[in-house]
């Protein structure tokens, strides 16, 4: 089973710069979660989806932040303009939801992002 | 809010010995999940352990098992027979259970170093 796929690995570009970060989740999964990790803040919740609409998005750091979910398929995470305290992890996860579900989530394999 | 706590940011072990991680977290409510990840230099998220509120039983997963204190909130990890492959950065996570499958907490983590 393909798990989930982010692209790209690596990205470097230089401040201003628009940058988007890309997310394909596990086939079935109805969630999908965009987290970034710093040495200072550790792991946080940027934003999730639920079916396509996202639910929560109170994480993403600001307006230079967005985040879409076109389909159930695939989801973007864009930083426009880019600033070097964007440089991070960046990772997406998806998984299945029903209430009570100890359903898991899976991650992919991260994005760091540094930003010149 | 929910908290998570992972007092100890390094710890190291001998080969074949046995280590116990560290992880406290705040919660008002009743109905949760627990889940330790392990992140090795590669950087994936791999799920090591999960584990139900609900559920009294402690979760062991092969060389994994954890210790789940309810009423003290703590749901300490424990590797047994430590390989030089369980070298990683360790999470201790918080998921809710009501409103679906809601996002992950996670604690700072614990840099797990092992000794030849």
């Known amino acids: 089973d393909a798990g989930v796929i982010q692209s790209p690995r690596h990205e470097v570009t230089e401040m201003g710069q628009e940058v988007t970060l890309r997310c394909k989740p596990i086939?079935?999964?109805?969630?999908l979660f965009w987290y970034r990790q710093t040495m200072m803040r550790g792991l946080e919740l940027l934003i999730y989806?639920?079916?396509?609409?996202?639910?929560?998005d109170s994480g993403m750091p600001e307006d230079r932040f967005s985040a879409k979910m076109p389909n159930a398929s695939f989801s973007t995470l864009k930083i426009q303009p880019s600033e070097p305290r964007d440089s991070a992890v960046y990772f997406c996860?998806?998984?299945?939801?029903?209430?009570?579900?100890?359903?898991?989530?899976?991650f992919g394999d991260g994005t760091r992002l540094s930003i010149l | 809010a929910q908290t998570v706590t992972q007092s100890q940011p390094e710890m190291s072990v001998q080969e074949a010995e046995t280590v116990t991680l560290s992880c406290t977290y705040d919660?008002?409510?009743?109905?949760?999940?627990l889940f330790w990840y392990k992140q090795p230099p590669s950087r994936q998220m791999i799920l090591v352990i999960r584990?139900?509120?609900?559920?009294?039983q402690n979760a062991t997963e092969n060389r994994f098992s954890v210790n789940f204190q309810k009423a003290a909130k703590s749901f300490s990890l424990k590797i047994s027979d430590s390989q030089l492959g369980d070298a990683a950065m360790y999470f201790c996570?918080?998921?809710?259970?009501?409103?679906?499958?809601?996002?992950?907490?996670f604690g700072k983590g614990t840099r797990l170093s092992v000794i030849a």
């Open positions: 989806f639920n079916n396509n609409v996202p639910i929560d």
């Open positions: 584990q139900e509120a609900y559920k009294q």
């Open positions: 086939s079935g999964h109805d969630y």
């Open positions: 996570a918080y998921r809710s259970a009501w409103g679906g499958n809601t996002p992950l907490v």
């Open positions: 919660t008002s409510e009743s109905d949760y999940y």
């Open positions: 996860a998806s998984t299945t939801g029903r209430e009570y579900s100890n359903q898991p989530q899976h």
